[in-house]
């Protein structure tokens, strides 16, 4: 069975955006597309998995949502980067397109694309990783049995539920597949960079151990 790097898209792959809706909101996170390659060449699968209530909400059309898909793939392949699938969630509760406001099973932090992912793909989903800056995505990737790395960037608080402690805290996207790659062993311990700043989360995370 194949691993996977589940990778939340929003402040995770892309820069963060108040609802991203046309394809030139998305930038690249810096320092990724090396890393992501590596992985795919190990073997990995690259799934994204994101919640999109913009869709549900009406702020943009699956059309859209398509468009920005096209450019993020588009973005990677610059790297050598292929997806190997999108999982999007297009629903919320207060929407006002009357078939998406529905309570679901796939908006994070509900483990849904994940699992289905793992369906679809063939993905062992105890030797995957999840990788999101928030902790529903934390939550997400815990509830669905992977490996979980918070990206801080410092909108999240140290959780009060176990299934919302993250297993590594990172402080930005390549730093976290950094993190996983020197965990799986595809990276040597050298290419870790050394903690230049104490956050709450280190402490938090270190006071835990
Ligand atoms: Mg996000
Ligand atoms: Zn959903």
């Given at each position: 069975?194949?691993?996977?790097?589940?990778?939340?898209?929003?402040?995770?792959?892309?820069?963060?955006?108040?609802?991203?809706?046309?394809?030139?909101?998305?930038?690249?996170?810096?320092?990724i597309?090396?890393l992501l390659?590596?992985f795919?060449?190990?073997?990995?699968?690259?799934?994204?998995?994101?919640?999109?209530?913009?869709?549900?909400?009406?702020?943009?059309?699956?059309?859209?949502?398509?468009?920005?898909?096209?450019?993020?793939?588009?973005?990677?392949?610059?790297?050598?980067?292929?997806?190997?699938?999108?999982?999007?969630?297009?629903?919320?509760?207060?929407?006002?397109?009357?078939?998406?406001?529905?309570?679901?099973?796939?908006?994070?932090?509900?483990?849904?694309?994940?699992?289905?992912?793992?369906?679809?793909?063939?993905?062992?989903?105890?030797?995957?990783?999840?990788v999101?800056?928030?902790?529903?995505?934390?939550?997400?990737?815990?509830?669905?049995?992977?490996?979980?790395?918070?990206?801080?960037?410092?909108?999240?608080?140290?959780?009060?539920?176990?299934?919302?402690?993250?297993?590594?805290?990172?402080?930005?996207t390549a730093?976290a597949l950094r993190q996983i790659a020197?965990?799986?062993?595809?990276?040597?311990?050298?290419?870790?960079?050394?903690?230049?700043?104490?956050?709450?989360?280190?402490?938090?995370?270190?006071?835990?151990?």
């Amino acid at each position: 069975m194949k691993r996977a790097l589940f990778l939340d898209r929003d402040g995770t792959l892309v820069e963060p955006r108040h609802y991203p809706s046309t394809p030139s909101d998305l930038v690249l996170q810096p320092g990724i597309g090396p890393l992501l390659r590596m992985f795919a060449a190990a073997g990995w699968e690259l799934v994204v998995v994101t919640n999109q209530s913009g869709l549900a909400r009406g702020y943009f059309t699956e059309e859209a949502l398509e468009r920005m898909h096209d450019r993020l793939r588009e973005m990677l392949r610059v790297w050598g980067v292929e997806l190997h699938a999108i999982y999007a969630c297009p629903h919320h509760i207060e929407g006002i397109v009357p078939h998406l406001a529905v309570h679901c099973r796939c908006r994070k932090p509900q483990p849904g694309m994940l699992l289905e992912a793992a369906e679809d793909r063939g993905i062992d989903l105890s030797r995957s990783w999840m990788v999101g800056d928030i902790l529903d995505d934390v939550e997400a990737g815990n509830r669905a049995g992977c490996r979980t790395v918070l990206v801080d960037l410092g909108t999240e608080g140290v959780p009060d539920r176990p299934e919302r402690w993250p297993r590594l805290v990172a402080r930005s996207t390549a730093d976290a597949l950094r993190q996983i790659a020197f965990a799986e062993e595809l990276l040597p311990p050298q290419a870790l960079p050394v903690p230049s700043r104490t956050s709450l989360w280190s402490s938090a995370v270190a006071a835990r151990r």
